[in-house]
Protein backbone atom coordinates (compact mmCIF):
# COMPACT_ATOMS: atom_id res chain seq x y z
CA UNK A 1 0.00 0.00 0.00
CA UNK A 2 2.78 2.55 0.58
CA UNK A 3 5.37 0.95 -1.51
CA UNK A 4 5.85 4.39 -3.19
CA UNK A 5 6.16 6.24 -0.19
CA UNK A 6 9.96 7.32 1.00
CA UNK A 7 11.64 9.72 2.67
CA UNK A 8 14.90 11.37 2.28
CA UNK A 9 17.47 14.05 4.48
CA UNK A 10 16.74 17.54 3.01
CA UNK A 11 19.81 19.16 1.75
CA UNK A 12 20.63 22.93 0.93
CA UNK A 13 20.05 22.72 -2.43
CA UNK A 14 16.22 22.14 -1.35
CA UNK A 15 16.07 25.37 0.01
CA UNK A 16 14.29 26.97 -2.97
CA UNK A 17 11.27 24.23 -3.05
CA UNK A 18 11.05 24.22 0.58
CA UNK A 19 10.61 27.81 0.94
CA UNK A 20 7.96 27.63 -1.57
CA UNK A 21 5.74 25.20 0.00
CA UNK A 22 6.33 27.09 3.07
CA UNK A 23 4.90 30.34 1.68
CA UNK A 24 1.97 28.87 0.00
CA UNK A 25 -0.92 30.41 2.25
CA UNK A 26 -2.52 27.08 2.60
CA UNK A 27 0.59 25.75 4.69
CA UNK A 28 1.86 28.72 6.03
CA UNK A 29 -1.64 29.38 7.64
CA UNK A 30 -1.15 26.33 9.97
CA UNK A 31 1.98 26.94 11.01
CA UNK A 32 2.93 28.30 14.42
CA UNK A 33 5.91 30.87 12.50
CA UNK A 34 6.18 32.74 9.80
CA UNK A 35 8.82 32.19 7.09
CA UNK A 36 10.76 34.57 5.78
CA UNK A 37 10.54 34.80 1.90
CA UNK A 38 15.02 34.54 1.90
CA UNK A 39 16.27 31.43 0.19
CA UNK A 40 19.68 32.06 2.00
CA UNK A 41 17.99 32.17 4.96
CA UNK A 42 16.14 28.86 4.34
CA UNK A 43 19.69 26.86 3.54
CA UNK A 44 21.01 28.44 6.94
CA UNK A 45 17.93 26.86 8.14
CA UNK A 46 18.38 23.51 6.50
CA UNK A 47 22.37 23.68 7.48
CA UNK A 48 21.41 24.25 11.23
CA UNK A 49 18.56 21.62 11.27
CA UNK A 50 21.29 18.98 9.83
CA UNK A 51 23.37 19.54 12.77
CA UNK A 52 21.18 19.02 15.59
CA UNK A 53 20.85 15.86 17.50
CA UNK A 54 17.05 16.97 18.71
CA UNK A 55 15.64 17.18 15.41
CA UNK A 56 15.15 15.21 12.69
CA UNK A 57 14.10 15.85 9.20
CA UNK A 58 12.62 14.12 6.07
CA UNK A 59 11.60 15.27 2.47
CA UNK A 60 8.60 12.61 1.45
CA UNK A 61 8.21 11.62 -1.44
CA UNK A 62 5.47 9.64 -3.48
CA UNK A 63 7.40 7.44 -6.32
CA UNK A 64 10.43 9.34 -5.99
CA UNK A 65 8.73 12.71 -6.21
CA UNK A 66 9.38 15.18 -3.15
CA UNK A 67 5.43 15.96 -2.36
CA UNK A 68 5.84 16.99 1.61
CA UNK A 69 8.41 17.69 4.65
CA UNK A 70 8.34 15.88 7.91
CA UNK A 71 10.05 16.91 11.12
CA UNK A 72 10.50 15.00 14.56
CA UNK A 73 12.04 17.67 17.72
CA UNK A 74 12.20 16.36 20.80
CA UNK A 75 10.49 18.82 22.86
CA UNK A 76 12.05 17.16 26.51
CA UNK A 77 15.25 14.72 26.27
CA UNK A 78 15.45 13.75 29.78
CA UNK A 79 11.52 12.82 29.44
CA UNK A 80 11.79 11.35 25.83
CA UNK A 81 9.07 13.41 24.55
CA UNK A 82 8.98 14.86 21.07
CA UNK A 83 6.59 16.44 18.83
CA UNK A 84 5.65 16.63 14.80
CA UNK A 85 5.78 18.83 12.46
CA UNK A 86 4.52 17.77 8.87
CA UNK A 87 3.14 19.62 5.45
CA UNK A 88 2.34 18.35 2.39
CA UNK A 89 2.64 20.45 -1.08
CA UNK A 90 1.61 18.53 -3.49
CA UNK A 91 -1.70 16.14 -4.32
CA UNK A 92 0.08 13.17 -4.28
CA UNK A 93 0.82 13.34 -0.72
CA UNK A 94 -2.44 14.41 0.28
CA UNK A 95 -4.84 11.99 -1.21
CA UNK A 96 -3.84 8.16 -0.99
CA UNK A 97 -0.81 7.70 0.94
CA UNK A 98 -1.03 10.87 3.67
CA UNK A 99 -1.94 9.86 6.95
CA UNK A 100 0.46 6.59 6.21
CA UNK A 101 3.22 9.27 6.42
CA UNK A 102 2.50 9.47 10.31
CA UNK A 103 3.04 5.80 10.56
CA UNK A 104 6.33 5.50 9.65
CA UNK A 105 6.85 8.89 11.55
CA UNK A 106 5.31 6.85 14.75
CA UNK A 107 7.76 3.71 13.65
CA UNK A 108 11.03 6.37 13.80
CA UNK A 109 9.93 8.35 17.10
CA UNK A 110 9.90 5.14 19.08
CA UNK A 111 12.20 2.34 18.01
CA UNK A 112 14.50 4.20 16.12
CA UNK A 113 14.77 7.64 18.21
CA UNK A 114 13.62 5.40 21.63
CA UNK A 115 11.03 8.13 22.89
CA UNK A 116 8.76 7.52 25.08
CA UNK A 117 5.63 10.15 24.00
CA UNK A 118 4.69 12.51 21.10
CA UNK A 119 2.30 15.58 21.95
CA UNK A 120 1.32 17.03 19.00
CA UNK A 121 -0.51 20.74 18.67
CA UNK A 122 -2.91 21.45 16.33
CA UNK A 123 -4.87 24.16 14.98
CA UNK A 124 -8.64 23.88 15.02
CA UNK A 125 -8.65 25.42 11.25
CA UNK A 126 -6.76 22.16 10.20
CA UNK A 127 -9.33 19.72 10.59
CA UNK A 128 -8.43 17.20 8.69
CA UNK A 129 -4.79 16.33 10.59
CA UNK A 130 -7.22 17.17 13.59
CA UNK A 131 -9.68 13.83 12.42
CA UNK A 132 -6.73 12.19 11.58
CA UNK A 133 -4.89 12.31 14.69
CA UNK A 134 -7.46 10.45 16.09
CA UNK A 135 -7.66 7.68 13.25
CA UNK A 136 -3.95 7.14 14.29
CA UNK A 137 -4.66 6.37 18.01
CA UNK A 138 -3.64 9.48 19.21
CA UNK A 139 -5.63 10.52 21.97
CA UNK A 140 -7.19 13.87 22.48
CA UNK A 141 -5.58 15.67 25.65
CA UNK A 142 -7.86 18.73 25.51
CA UNK A 143 -8.59 22.22 23.89
CA UNK A 144 -6.84 25.65 24.57
CA UNK A 145 -9.53 27.80 23.56
CA UNK A 146 -8.35 30.72 21.45
CA UNK A 147 -4.91 29.93 21.65
CA UNK A 148 -3.44 31.45 18.60
CA UNK A 149 -3.37 34.24 16.58
CA UNK A 150 -2.91 33.81 12.81
CA UNK A 151 -4.00 36.54 10.40
CA UNK A 152 -5.65 38.68 13.16
CA UNK A 153 -7.91 35.96 13.91
CA UNK A 154 -7.71 34.02 16.91
CA UNK A 155 -7.84 30.04 16.93
CA UNK A 156 -8.27 26.89 19.22
CA UNK A 157 -5.14 24.72 19.39
CA UNK A 158 -6.18 20.95 19.82
CA UNK A 159 -3.41 18.89 21.84
CA UNK A 160 -2.94 15.23 21.28
CA UNK A 161 -0.57 12.61 22.75
CA UNK A 162 0.49 8.79 22.20
CA UNK A 163 2.49 6.55 24.25
CA UNK A 164 4.74 3.96 22.76
CA UNK A 165 2.77 1.35 24.58
CA UNK A 166 -0.56 2.93 22.38
CA UNK A 167 1.61 3.05 19.50
CA UNK A 168 2.82 -0.89 19.65
CA UNK A 169 -1.00 -1.77 19.66
CA UNK A 170 -2.19 0.24 17.12
CA UNK A 171 0.38 -0.09 14.11
CA UNK A 172 -0.80 -3.47 13.94
CA UNK A 173 -3.68 -2.29 12.02
CA UNK A 174 -1.87 -0.43 9.41
CA UNK A 175 0.89 -3.28 8.85
CA UNK A 176 4.06 -0.64 8.33
CA UNK A 177 6.56 -1.95 10.23
CA UNK A 178 9.44 1.01 8.48
CA UNK A 179 10.30 3.73 9.82
CA UNK A 180 11.70 6.87 7.87
CA UNK A 181 14.88 5.63 6.69
CA UNK A 182 13.48 2.22 5.42
CA UNK A 183 14.66 0.00 8.26
CA UNK A 184 12.02 -2.63 9.29
CA UNK A 185 10.66 -2.81 13.17
CA UNK A 186 8.84 -5.78 14.53
Avoid at 79 to 106: E, K, Q, S
Avoid at 129 to 155: C, F, I, S, W
Amino acid sequence: MTQGLSFRVPNPDDAEMLLEWRLRPEIASQMFTAVENDVEKQRAWLRRSNERDDYVHRIMMVDGIPVGYASITVTNPEWRICTFGVYMADRRGRTGMGPFNFTHMLNHVFYTMGQRKVVNHILASNERVVKGQTMLGYRHVGTLREQVVKDGRAQDLHIFEMLETDWRTTRSRYGILMDMDGREWP
